[in-house]
């Protein structure tokens, strides 16, 4: 028994959607669809929205957009404090929903998985969805210009946003390549400085 099923009592992996993910072509554009989605999000009324960033540089940026005016609260949080405290204190029950909007993907695929866990294991409905651009270090390490001229060729604009099956298979691809590649998990306040200080030489 999980200390979600201690806490809770026993949960039905069901409540947790996860939609797939939206892939910018900018970074900027992307915080930017964040906030536009948060907009919509607070139509529906959740007992709450979750910013969840994996590095604190990317959850300082999500603050921002945290701290404006919305009808719902709202809030920026790392993903490794995703805790049973916290899902306690927002007061969640099997009536309740949220929504984790997540702004990046780590470089260990066993990293979002545990977000994944995290996301099933509450009591309440949850949906999971993670925003992504082509400017991410993640990206940046498998797709290199060739992604970003693709889709400009298409006529994709800064401010859209694509759902490709075929990017995120190759982008978890890349994620267990360097899962296989990493010498150690070290904390790091960027993607970037994760990747030069687990990675080996």
């Keep these: 028994m999980g200390i979600f099923d201690f806490l809770f009592g026993s949960t039905d992996q069901s409540r947790c959607e996860e939609v797939p993910d939206k892939i910018w072509l900018t970074e900027q554009a992307k915080f930017q669809g964040i906030a536009t989605e948060v907009a919509e999000r607070a139509k529906a009324a959740?007992?709450?929205?979750?910013?969840?960033?994996?590095?604190?540089?990317?959850?300082?940026?999500?603050?921002?957009?945290?701290?404006?005016?919305?009808?719902?609260?709202v809030q920026a949080v790392l993903a490794n404090r995703l805790t049973p405290d916290l899902a306690y204190g927002l007061g969640l029950d099997e009536t309740s929903t949220i929504d984790l909007l997540v702004a990046e993907r780590h470089p260990l695929p066993s990293e979002d998985d545990r977000l994944v866990e995290f996301a099933r294991q509450l009591p309440c409905r949850v949906r999971v969805e993670h925003y992504l651009s082509l400017q991410d270090p993640v990206f940046s390490s498998f797709s290199g210009e060739w992604v970003h001229n693709m889709l400009a060729n298409l006529g994709m604009k800064e401010d859209e946003c694509i759902e490709s099956h075929m990017v995120a298979r190759r982008l978890r691809g890349a994620q267990e390549k360097i899962a296989k590649q990493a010498v150690s998990n070290h904390p790091a306040d960027s993607a970037d400085e994760w990747l030069e200080r687990n990675?080996?030489?």
């Design 199 to 201: 990675m080996r030489e």
């Design 46 to 73: 959740p007992a709450c929205i979750l910013l969840v960033a994996h590095f604190e540089d990317v959850r300082q940026t999500l603050e921002a957009v945290a701290a404006g005016t919305w009808a719902v609260p």
